[in-house]
């Protein structure tokens, strides 16, 4: 298993731009989550979803959208970026109740 | 609303010392307690999954510990080798009985930043 794989590693975007952050996992889980990091806040949850076709709002949803059409892929979108949407973006998923699994995460940077 | 405090903030020991790194809840309606390691630059590694019914996990020089009803969880690290220095991070978890605010969702600490000197 490749586990929970993010796609790209890194990117460069200038404000306004718009870009999808590409999350993947094998592992036939049915919880997804989208985190951002930013030095010194801790892990803040953007989106989640608990199966294809459901997802939610987390604490910091503002500025970005996703979907889930699969069971597997679960994307984050960054619409009209901005400055303050510059972080580590990390993709999770999890099984239930059991262990959850993060991704290598994407630095995004806005100019 | 469920908080996770991690206290110290940051640690410093010689090689070779024990330490324990603490954890604690507001909210004993946990499922399960997970700790993570986090490298420079890098995403988090799963370390231990604690269930509520369970008291503690082992693996290797790792052992956790979860006492639910006083919102409090230790992670042991014996014999510290430098190649520990990282960020550790507690998450509880409180699945989606009641479908309320942060359902299905880990609540995580700030994380515990530890040096191990050589």
């Known amino acids: 298993n490749a586990g929970v794989t993010q796609t790209p590693k890194f990117r460069i975007l200038k404000i306004g731009q718009s870009m999808t952050l590409q999350c993947t996992q094998d592992m036939n889980h049915n919880y997804m989550y989208w985190y951002r990091q930013d030095p010194g806040m801790g892990l803040k949850l953007i989106y989640y979803s608990v199966g294809a076709g459901i997802t939610d709002k987390g604490e910091v949803p503002n500025g970005y959208n996703v979907s889930r059409s699969t069971t597997e892929d679960f994307p984050l979108r960054l619409e009209l970026a901005a400055p303050s949407q510059t972080s580590v973006y990390f993709c999770a998923s999890r099984y239930g109740v059991n262990e959850q699994f993060f991704g290598p995460g994407t630095r995004l940077t806005v100019l | 609303k469920q908080e996770v405090t991690q206290i110290p903030a940051a640690l410093s020991v010689p090689e070779g010392e024990n330490l324990v790194l603490n954890c604690s809840f507001t909210d004993s309606a946990i499922y399960n307690l997970q700790w993570f390691r986090q490298d420079p630059g890098k995403g988090l590694t799963s370390l231990l999954l604690i269930q509520s019914s369970q008291r503690e996990q082992t693996s290797g020089r790792l052992n956790a510990s979860l006492d639910k009803s006083s919102g409090r969880s230790t992670l042991y690290i014996a014999a510290s080798q430098p190649g520990d220095s990282a960020t550790y991070l507690c998450?509880?978890?409180?699945?989606?009985?009641?479908?309320?605010?942060?359902?299905?969702?880990?609540?995580f600490g700030k994380g515990t930043k530890l040096s191990v000197i050589p």
């Open positions: 998450a509880v978890y409180r699945g989606g009985v009641d479908s309320g605010a942060g359902s299905y969702q880990l609540t």
